[in-house]
């Protein structure tokens, strides 16, 4: 096994455990019949050797056999059974939470810590029944506070793997308020996933509802936003669309550039270019991107002509250049440029568009994962509203 820093962290405990159950034993045996002590000092100290060596699997091994010799232990194969989930062997972290939970001297508390270990064995496998049915016994149970929020915190989690967003909601109703702020954001987009999908059946007092919730937990999601202006332009009331639509700039201008396409088609119904070239300006200047750039240089040439735009993309391109940008202007002088010069432009817009479809357009701030759609949720670290519009050459 490659070196994993947080495997050896999580050994630590283990070693711990053997070590003192072994010292123990020895200080046991001098108190009653002697008792052989080798095999557990080779299997221990064989293990040390190993991971000394960056052996892990070795080590692992050798561990599983001191605690076999020495089985009382039940910390070392909390460790034990942790290091092999967090390997992906989580039925042998099963097996291991199951003879525990068998023992007839548990005391309560380590009875619960290891109805815990075990919901985290099932969540990981995808058994997600029996982890829930196991995260509702203990909460029934009255456990201590950090049991229930820990018990609370992976219920939630649960829900929201499963899509139960409701669910997850009235779990986090449970959570003490100072702890439900850790996971506001998390609440607010499942308040917003509750009302996307209320806005699909077309019911509008039901998504507001929710939008409202969203708002109380997280003001600052501009999801939110998105969704309000949707609902207002479904409904055809395009200035009220418009005032949510830019009221996302003031909370995060990274999502200048998603507003534009809406506020062109609001600003349609409307007939109020002025404005519309106006606000655009403001962008430009506040939060630039190339969606506002090729926006602005579309009313350039409707007020000014073709070339008016042409040189306008040329001078902003030269202050932000993009790959999109550049596609842009291609266009333009595909469009109206001289007979000559259109297969030519036509083989470079080719080239040029391969390279801007074969790249992402959103990124996640949290792990870096990368995309062309935007998800509220991370498809890969899983978190809500990290990841936005790529800036720079290759995006905005």
């Known amino acids: 096994m490659p070196f994993n820093l947080d495997n050896y962290l999580l050994i630590i405990p283990l070693l711990a455990a053997i070590a003192i159950g072994w010292l123990l034993g020895k200080w046991e045996s001098r108190r009653q019949t002697p008792r052989p002590q080798t095999n557990l000092s080779h299997e221990y100290f064989t293990g040390l050797d190993y991971l000394l060596n960056e052996k892990m699997d070795e080590a692992i091994e050798s561990f599983i056999r001191a605690l076999e010799i020495n089985s009382d232990t039940i910390p070392a194969h909390l460790s034990l059974a942790k290091l092999f989930r967090r390997k992906g062997d989580v039925d042998r972290a099963i097996q291991i939470h199951q ?5 007839p001297d548990l005391s309560r508390n ?67 308020s100072d702890e439900r702020k850790h996971i506001a954001t998390e609440l607010s987009h499942y308040c917003c996933e509750l009302a996307d999908k209320a806005i699909e059946d077309r019911k509008p007092t039901v998504a507001l509802s929710y939008l409202k919730r969203a708002e109380q937990f997280e ?18 009331q395009w200035k009220v669309a418009i005032k949510h639509l830019k009221s996302i700039a003031k909370q995060d201008r990274l999502f200048v550039s998603e507003t534009i396409p809406l506020l062109d088609e609001c600003y349609r119904h409307v007939n109020d270019p002025r ?41 902003e391109l030269k202050r932000r250049p993009s790959v999109k940008g550049f596609n842009s202007l291609i266009d333009l002088h595909i469009e109206y440029g001289s007979e000559s010069a259109k297969d030519s432009l036509k083989v470079l817009r080719g080239l040029t568009g391969q390279l801007e479809l074969s790249k992402p357009v959103y990124r996640c701030n949290s792990c870096g994962f990368s995309g062309r759609t935007l998800s509220w949720q991370c498809p890969s670290c899983k978190g809500w509203g990290s990841t936005k519009p790529i800036q720079g050459l290759e995006g905005e």
């Not at 003879?99 to 023992?103: G, T």
């Not at 003001?219 to 949707?230: E, K």
């Not at 969606?291 to 735009?309: C, K, N, P």
Request: aromatic share 8%; proline share 2%; charged share 25%.
């Open 99 to 103: 003879n525990l939970l068998a023992r």
């Open 275 to 315: 404005e519309y070239v106006e606000y655009l300006r403001t962008c430009l200047a506040q939060a630039p991107s190339t969606t506002v750039i090729i926006a602005l240089a579309e009313q350039v040439r409707v007020d000014r002509g073709i070339y008016a735009a042409g040189s306008f993309i040329t001078e």
């Open 219 to 236: 003001t600052n999601n501009v999801r939110i936003r998105f969704l309000q202006a949707r609902m207002a332009m479904a409904v055809e």
């Open 110 to 176: 380590d009875f619960m810590r290891i109805q815990m270990a075990l919901a985290r064995d099932y969540y990981a496998v995808g058994l997600l029944d029996r982890a829930e049915n196991l995260l509702q016994e203990i909460i029934k149970s009255a456990p201590p506070k950090s049991t229930q929020h820990k018990a609370l915190r992976l219920l939630i989690k649960l829900y929201e793997k499963e899509g139960e967003w409701e669910q997850g909601l009235s779990a986090a109703t449970k959570l003490a």
